[in-house]
């Protein structure tokens, strides 16, 4: 079994930064990509950023120039450094994966989620 730990949510405030980590751990064979998507009240669940295995990014419009998604092969981990937040970043920050594990599937993973609230 795989599974997926994020941390590094909590409160900031407005023009601040915060750093959001996600783990993946398990029977991992190879990590093809790694994502992170947000979820605030009574709105959809939203790409923030992404970075496949080549260490290709992209991001949403709203996050370019303010948000560094990267990752660490060798610990199976992600990040998401969030700098100048505002307030309408705040919402539940969900990390994604798709993993292939040693000798079974491929599986599309979510974490738990970790809430970040930008505000005075």
């Known amino acids: 079994q795989v599974q997926l730990v994020e941390s590094g949510g909590g409160l900031v405030q407005p023009g601040g930064s915060l750093r959001l980590s996600c783990a993946a751990s398990?029977?991992?064979?190879?990590?093809?990509?790694m994502g992170w998507y947000r979820q605030a009240p009574g709105m959809q669940r939203e790409l923030v950023a992404h970075?496949?295995?080549?260490?290709?990014?992209n991001y949403a419009d709203s996050v370019k120039g303010r948000f560094t998604i990267s990752r660490d092969n060798a610990k199976n981990t992600a990040y998401l450094q969030m700098n100048s937040l505002k307030p309408e970043d705040t919402a539940v920050y969900y990390c994604?994966?798709?993993?292939?594990?040693?000798?079974?599937?491929?599986?599309?993973?979510w974490g738990q989620g970790t809430q970040v609230t930008v505000s005075s």
């Open positions: 994604n994966a798709r993993i292939k594990t040693i000798g079974g599937p491929v599986y599309n993973l």
């Open positions: 398990g029977s991992i064979f190879s990590i093809y990509a």
């Open positions: 970075i496949a295995s080549g260490s290709i990014t």
